[in-house]
């Protein structure tokens, strides 16, 4: 499916909600584990499945409540090699995991048939390393050839869009665009910083953004997304320039502390849901192209519901 088919410029009258942080919600509110943080690796339990289902369906249900479209992911953030043969998948394994998880969120979606006015279903695929460590040194070609096997088994999973989630230094930003169109898949970049308001590797949004567009020149993503981090850490960010066009939304965490911090606490922190729908508002009429709008870690449908509500009204719009 060609880019420019499945994201037009934002169109005033259509908002899109994501998912939340689907994976904390899983461990902490439902008790499964999840080895490395894959959450692919619960399609083979059929009461994580379960859980899996009623989970994504509080949220697709805001969509539905508030007329929202939707960008459907969440599953496959680690079902890339490197990960894969850490939990132990063959190549073929790990491909067919990746095709399942798009077939579970393809059923959800039928379930919404005539509820939601559009729901794209994606891949998500995540850094090769760890998303809040600099890690080893990436080329833009080791990234390219690293990411198109994964790109390559969506492509014939016959996904709306990819989305390149919590990316944190240019180089594998770029090798990634480059693989999504050299293979034919539609790719969204999900940035994230930390509490320096830059990604870790240093550079501003600002200058991540033009840095990543002119390396890839016609590869370059679709368009951009922040996530996984707090308000308070992307917003001081937002700096004026024609690059914020290149913006279209945020999936903000639910809490302020750091997030190795949160890594380490075991449970849930949900922070303040009625204040992160605020501050979602408050952007929305900031910017008024941004179109995509959704959750990160320790968000669910209570945060979900409280941002589309406050969308809403700062939009003037309900449907």
């Known amino acids: 499916m060609a880019i420019a088919e499945t994201f037009a410029s934002p169109n005033p009258d259509e908002l899109f909600l994501t998912e939340g942080g689907t994976e904390t919600e899983i461990m902490y509110k439902h008790g499964f584990e999840l080895p490395e943080f894959a959450m692919f690796t619960l399609l083979e339990k059929p009461a994580a499945v379960t859980a899996m289902r009623d989970m994504f369906r509080s949220q697709l249900d805001v969509a ?36 399942q998880a798009i077939e579970f969120l393809r059923d959800l979606a039928g379930e919404y048939d005539g509820q939601i006015p559009r729901i794209l279903i994606g891949g998500i695929v995540g850094p090769r390393g760890d998303a809040y460590q600099l890690n080893r040194a990436t080329t833009a070609d080791e990234a390219e050839d690293y990411h198109a096997v994964q790109l390559a088994t969506l492509r014939h999973a016959d996904v709306d869009f990819a989305c390149a989630a919590t990316f944190n230094n240019v180089p594998e930003a770029v090798g990634v665009s480059r693989a999504a169109n050299a293979i034919g898949v539609p790719l969204i970049m999900s940035l994230t910083v930390d509490g320096s308001s830059r990604l870790k590797s240093g550079p501003s949004v600002a200058d991540a953004i033009a840095s990543i567009d002119a390396e890839t020149d016609n590869a370059a993503p679709a368009f951009y997304l922040l996530n996984c981090s707090h308000p308070m850490e992307f917003e001081p960010a937002l700096t004026d320039g024609q690059w914020i066009n290149r913006l279209r939304g945020f999936r903000p965490n639910a809490s302020k502390m750091d997030k190795i911090a949160l890594c380490k606490l075991g449970h849930l922190e949900e922070g303040d849901p009625v204040e ?9 009429q900031r910017y008024p192209h941004m179109d995509i709008w959704g959750g990160c870690c320790g968000t669910g449908d209570i945060h979900l519901r409280e941002i589309a509500r406050n969308l809403r009204q700062a939009r003037g719009t309900r449907t």
């Open 64 to 99: 539905a409540e508030f007329g929202m479209s939707m960008l459907l992911t969440g599953i496959d953030y680690r079902a890339s090699p490197d990960w894969g043969a850490k939990l132990g998948y063959s190549p073929q394994g790990l491909a067919q995991a990746n095709i």
């Open 276 to 284: 992160l729908g605020h501050l979602m508002g408050g952007l929305a």
